[in-house]
């Protein structure tokens, strides 16, 4: 039976978990979820749950979270990657229909490396008239400056974010130039983002860490990356320019 109204615009609602905290989520994101008569988390193909939907639950039912299969380890096969999209596309525009209202939730913030965006766009080529908003979300280097006490940017200081996965010279590019540099999914490449840090100065005031707010939580100086073993593919990293003197960035 639907839910929504025949006459309700269907509205689809991208709601950011922040980095995994469940008292990170804001109250306008807690109401979001707690409004929506149906919730999509996405999830690996392996059906294995993912961190928003592990944050979701702490604030909504269990039987409003619906979960979508998105091809989100997926890099190389491009077709696979678009039929996924694809899919999950046409569920979540069929719920639409049915409720008339679908909340999206994603981890950290819905404009900043999401799959939100990727599902908005196709959603919005199969349901006239809906309108999308979003419920922007803390993000994961937020947490890691709060949590570890580093300071993400002062007075005229520009502040780079970098996913390693557009490779590891893109990174050692903004290390090279001014202002702190925030590394995300770096996991893989731990051994040459230390290499990186160190060849450009940057390893002593550089921190990462993983699984914040979490059981299993991580937070270490950068310098101890090559003796970390294994790191998450979603750690983050904070590396700031050397800042000599109080106020000396203004």
């Not at 929506?36 to 269990?62: F, K, M, S």
């Not at 569920?91 to 999206?104: D, Q």
């Amino acid at each position: 039976m639907s839910t929504g109204s025949a006459t309700e615009e269907p509205r689809l609602i991208g709601v950011g978990m922040g980095p995994g905290d469940p008292e990170l989520v804001t109250v306008r994101g807690v109401r979001a979820l707690r409004e929506a008569p149906v919730i999509v988390v996405p999830v690996l193909d392996t059906g294995e749950p993912g961190r928003a939907e592990a944050t979701v639950l702490h604030h909504a039912p269990r039987e409003k979270v619906v979960r979508v299969v998105f091809a989100l380890n997926e890099r190389t096969d491009r077709a696979r990657r678009e039929a996924a999209w694809d899919a999950a596309g046409e569920r979540v525009a069929a719920l639409l229909r049915e409720h008339g209202t679908v909340a999206f939730a994603t981890i950290g913030d819905p404009h900043v490396y999401s799959t939100f965006g990727y599902l908005a766009q196709t959603v919005g080529g199969l349901v006239p008239g809906v309108r999308i908003g979003t419920v922007p979300g803390i993000t994961a280097m937020q947490d890691l400056a709060a949590r570890s006490g580093a300071v993400l940017t002062e007075g005229t200081e520009p502040l780079t974010l970098v996913p390693v996965t557009a490779g590891i010279g893109v990174l050692r590019t903004a290390l090279e130039g001014p202002g702190t540099v925030v590394a995300y999914k770096f996991g893989r490449h731990a051994g040459q983002v230390a290499r990186a840090l160190r060849d450009t100065g940057r390893l002593a005031d550089a921190v990462w860490g993983a699984s914040l707010g979490l059981p299993g939580e991580s937070i270490r100086p950068a310098a101890e990356l090559a003796a970390a073993g294994p790191v998450p593919y979603l750690a983050t990293l904070i590396a700031p320019p050397a800042r000599a003197t109080r106020g000396g960035k203004l």
